[in-house]
């Protein structure tokens, strides 16, 4: 049953008649037709008081929203609330660009799920990114705070659904999205750098390591000075760009000479080529030299000043050379070892004349404090003068300056002070490409501060930690959704010029305004300032339109 409008021409004009029709099914035909119930009469000549106390008996009838709606009581526009957009709308645009939703979508043809799992992985990837929250708190974050096109509402199971996909496909997305963002972003993947970071579990006892499901969180040498903790390693490759590509977790006592075996072979199935890896001296060692150069890739790696093997780095640090200056301030003195015979190593000398000088300031107050205990040792006897020598040489910074003569007493050991003036200021690079010039090896090596940038924003951005379980497999899913995070920051700040901090909270600022009508809810954009239309167009992203959500209209009693 509805109102209808009948037009009849007449000489004055056209003639509008408001009449009372139901919808009637013909007995034979089955076929609808209208039906008059009742005529109102000329639409200019009704007396709409009549019709409004007509509408109000009805309205007995109704409900209070139905009779809101039906009379015009109450606020017609009403504003209920609004919700965060500008930077989750950014990272979906991103995620599409890349192409991560295609990918993931092409890996769930091939299992049966009910849930939309690449949505759900998405609004994890967004949290850790924007508000990173445990997966219970994100189902008042997606329902309540922020719009996810695409999804209204998530449970925690839903979640950890999603969770069990993502590392039951790691390798198959981990390889799809690499080619996908390299491709689209023309990365250069010729240089890989790679470091490890740890992240700690604040529980007392570490995993059974004999127990599959819960093995990963073990002590070990702990990179956030808590070796008390139990804790897991976290791996990373990422491009001279910045942009992560890769990354691994092992437990969490895994030492960094173990790991290149399984990482060359990882990197060497996606048949990239010839690629050179950066690493830090906690990589280095013979074996892991040798794997480096598989599948025709390349190293350059730190060396340890104080440690190897006999005769290196103190021989090369001594050889004869002239330094050359490198555009940063830095002087630079490429070393040869052995250059025609099977053990062949090139070795690249860098001195800083700043840190060289706080070195050599650094020490000369240490000396100072040890002649002083070695002259009030002159003043001591027996006992006393025992304790006093042995605590000078057990002491961790003050014992390595000293010697004992021949009859016992203690100087100062100046051989050990003439080697430390020898590494004033210095640090030492080692390459296998010949094809690279000193300064691009020296340049090459510098640029592993793009990945300690990468694990301080996992700690302090993404808060990678407090990690909220304890099962091996969802810790390494944790890891993933931490990458794809890292990932989709990381080319943001790449392509607008600006660190994901300012970026996150400009884009914050852009809401959607939920407005109550008798239609149902309107969910309008607000307006885009300078800066977030600026920040679209440099990542080549549509904006959010400017009316996100419009009910279906309905006839009113105003329409009459």
């Not at 399984?262 to 199935?269: A, I, Q, S, T």
């Not at 959704?481 to 080319?491: E, G, M, N, P, S």
Request: with cysteine; aromatic share 6%.
């Amino acid at each position: 049953m509805y109102l209808r409008i009948s037009k009849t021409k007449q000489k004055t004009g056209v003639a509008e008649y408001v009449q009372l029709v139901q919808s009637v099914r013909h007995p034979e035909t089955g076929v609808p037709r209208a039906q008059v119930i009742h005529h109102f009469g000329r639409r200019d000549q009704l007396d709409l008081a009549v019709l409004r106390r007509l509408i109000k008996n009805i309205a007995r009838f109704l409900d209070d929203d139905e009779t809101a709606a039906t009379t015009g009581e109450g606020s017609p526009f009403e504003f209920v609330g609004a919700r965060a957009m500008g930077a989750t709308w950014l990272l979906d645009a991103l995620w599409k660009r890349l192409e991560i939703d295609q990918e993931l979508q092409k890996l769930l043809t091939k299992r049966d799920f009910s849930t939309p799992i690449e949505r759900l992985l998405f609004a994890m990837v967004a949290n850790r990114a924007l508000a990173p929250s445990s997966k219970l708190a994100m189902e008042d974050w997606v329902a309540k705070d922020v719009v996810i096109p695409g999804l209204e509402a998530v449970s925690s199971d839903q979640l950890y659904r999603a969770m069990d996909f993502l590392l039951e496909a790691d390798a198959e997305i981990q390889k799809a999205v690499f080619f996908n963002v390299a491709n689209l972003l023309n990365l250069e993947v010729d240089v890989i750098f790679l470091d490890t970071t740890s992240t700690y579990f604040e529980v007392e006892n570490p995993d059974d390591p004999e127990d599959p499901k819960l093995h990963l969180r073990r002590r070990g040498k702990s990179k956030d000075n808590h070796p008390e903790l139990p804790q897991v390693v976290v791996g990373f490759a990422i491009t001279r760009e910045g942009i992560p590509v890769r990354c691994w977790t092992w437990a969490g006592n895994t030492n960094d000479q173990t790991v290149i075996d399984e990482v060359k072979r990882d990197l060497n199935g996606w048949k990239l080529g010839r690629v050179i890896t950066v690493a830090d001296t906690g990589f280095n060692s013979a074996e892991n030299r040798r794997k480096l150069q598989t599948a025709g890739g390349h190293y350059i790696l730190g060396e340890k000043l104080r440690t190897g093997p006999k005769g290196l780095p103190v021989d090369v640090l001594s050889r004869a050379g002239r330094f050359k200056n490198l555009d940063d301030d830095l002087e630079i003195k490429e070393v040869i070892v052995d250059p025609e015979g099977a053990g062949k190593r090139r070795f690249v000398v860098v001195r800083n004349p700043d840190e060289a000088r706080r070195d050599k300031a650094k020490r000369g107050d240490i000396l100072a404090e040890v002649r002083r205990r070695l002259d009030a040792l002159k003043e001591l006897n027996g006992e006393p003068h025992a304790k006093a020598e042995c605590a000078l040489r057990s002491h961790e910074t003050f014992g390595r300056y000293v010697a004992q003569t021949p009859k016992g007493r203690l100087t100062l050991n100046r051989e050990k002070i003439a080697q430390e003036e020898l590494l004033d200021g210095k640090y030492l690079i080692s390459s296998s490409d010949d094809s690279l010039s000193a300064e691009d090896v020296v340049r090459g090596y510098k640029a592993l501060w793009r990945i300690e940038r990468a694990f301080r924003d996992l700690k302090h951005g993404l808060d990678i930690r407090p990690v909220y379980h304890r099962l091996s497999d969802r810790i390494r899913a944790h890891v993933l959704l931490c990458w794809l995070a890292l990932l989709l920051v990381r080319v943001a700040e790449n392509e607008s010029k600006q660190t994901w901090r300012t970026l996150r909270a400009e884009m914050g600022r852009l809401k959607v305004g939920i407005h109550q009508t008798p239609h149902g809810e309107i969910w309008q954009t607000g307006r885009l300032t300078p800066a977030q239309q600026a920040a679209y167009q440099s990542l080549q992203l549509d904006p959010p339109p400017k009316n996100y959500l419009i009910p279906t209209p309905r006839v009113a009693s105003s329409d009459l």
